[in-house]
């Protein structure tokens, strides 16, 4: 790793696939956490670290995942994980936890994180949990695969679910991804029991202005959409809609494709929007402000 590069999520993945790429002597797409952990000791990023000991159940049932620090040897590290947790999100909370470990071990010697704060790296949780999410995001789904497998490609959930089954992550965390990198105005809308939990957007719709109208609060699902609708529980196709049904500044002619996904019981639900192409509005700097999308083309270009 460079030295004038910070270590952060991004910094950390993009040095790790660097070590893997070399090893492997190509593109890594799938990830093998154990190599990444069984490697991490002894190296610049597990510094005066002798092992992290496979991952165990959690004996925690309030937590998704811990990492902790053995009071009688300060070489040894463990993870826990929810015993009840799917593979993918099993996978992501052990990336989550290795995310801690490389960044912020210094700090403290355990960590215990809820679902909310693994999965979703939502503003509300702590500034390490979303670090430990953006770390987990990118060794999971590094940003160049992902980049090149969406490219000049017409998205619909069906392509963003066979993504997800390549990295074995989860469905959700891929759309999450898959916003952060795509070229197109999108937006990514998470339902709880028919409320809005957040809100991602493309850096596309971030740039023209391209948000939900807000009629409420907290919002429910617009009337006239998929999300709206609960005789219809999948539309993996999508179906095309005026944008200005969901964007209210949205010109009348132009048009948007609503996708929904419901789980099990219907009381989560995930809508995606693709909005077709609009030119930046100059008056709005705002999406300059924004993290780097491209955090390993950048890291590496600065090498």
Known sequence: ?????????????????????????????????????????????????????????????????????????????????????????RRFTIAHELGHFVLHRARQGSFRCDKESIHFGLDTSAVIEREADEFASNIL???????????????????????????????????????????????????????????????????????????????????GTLAADESVAQAWDGIELPASRWCAEEAPYMKLREFKHSYGARDRVLTLLVLEGAEPRPWDQSWQDGESFDSYDQFVSNE
């Open 1 to 89: 790793m460079s030295s004038g590069a910070p270590l952060n999520g991004f910094t950390a993945a993009a040095t790790i696939l660097k070590w893997l790429r070399a090893a492997h002597g190509q593109a890594v797409v799938r990830v093998d956490l154990d190599q990444v952990r069984e490697g991490l000791p002894g190296s610049p990023l597990g510094k005066d670290v002798r092992v992290i000991k496979p991952p165990m159940p959690s004996p925690v049932e309030s937590c998704e995942g811990m990492l902790v620090r053995n009071p009688k040897d300060a070489a040894e590290w463990g993870i826990f994980v929810n015993r009840e947790a799917g593979p993918e999100r």
């Open 141 to 223: 789904m590094p940003g160049d695969v992902l980049r090149d497998a969406i490219a000049n490609r017409r998205i619909d959930l069906k392509v963003l679910s066979d993504l997800a089954k390549t990295f074995e992550v989860s469905f959700e965390a891929l759309c999450i991804r898959f916003i952060k990198y795509t070229d197109q105005r999108a937006i990514l809308l998470h339902w709880d029991n028919g409320f809005l939990k957040y809100e991602w957007r493309s850096k596309s719709a971030v740039r023209t202005r391209a948000r939900i109208r807000r009629t409420s609060d907290p919002q429910e699902p617009l009337p």
